[in-house]
């Protein structure tokens, strides 16, 4: 089983930068990872998707201002956010959903297939 835990949230003026983490823990071996976000009263949604062979997906709202990447040794996911704006404000979590080993994981996937969620972190952008 994997566990996951994000920081690096807080307030930020618009057009300011943060970088999410996401430390992983546990047997990480088969699982896809992602980036969602959510606001208070409405569905969580994908933010950004990362595949085995790293390339990346990404919402089009944040196309061209995030980017999901792993560190060394892929225990950490992070989210780099340039350019934020107001509606960027949401509470983020990582994730992870199970996979095969042949799998690329170069979709998001449907949010029920993610059964492992970090607990969140707060991301305000003021204008």
């Known amino acids: 089983q994997v566990q996951l835990q994000e920081s690096g949230g807080g307030s930020v003026q618009a057009g300011g930068s943060l970088r999410l983490s996401c430390v992983v823990s546990g047997y990480t071996s088969g699982y896809c990872w992602s980036w969602f976000r959510q606001v208070s009263g409405k569905e969580r949604e994908g933010v950004a998707s990362i595949a085995r062979d790293g390339s990346a997906r990404y919402a089009d709202s944040v196309k061209g201002r995030f980017t999901i990447s792993q560190g060394n040794g892929k225990s950490t996911l992070y989210l780099e956010m340039n350019t934020l704006k107001p509606e960027d404000t949401a509470t983020y979590y990582c994730?992870?959903?199970?996979?095969?080993?042949?799998?690329?994981?170069?979709?998001?996937?449907?949010?029920?297939?993610?059964?492992?969620w970090g607990q969140g972190t707060q991301v305000t952008v003021s204008s």
């Open positions: 994730a992870a959903r199970e996979a095969s080993w042949w799998e690329n994981c170069g979709n998001l996937g449907g949010l029920s297939t993610y059964k492992y």
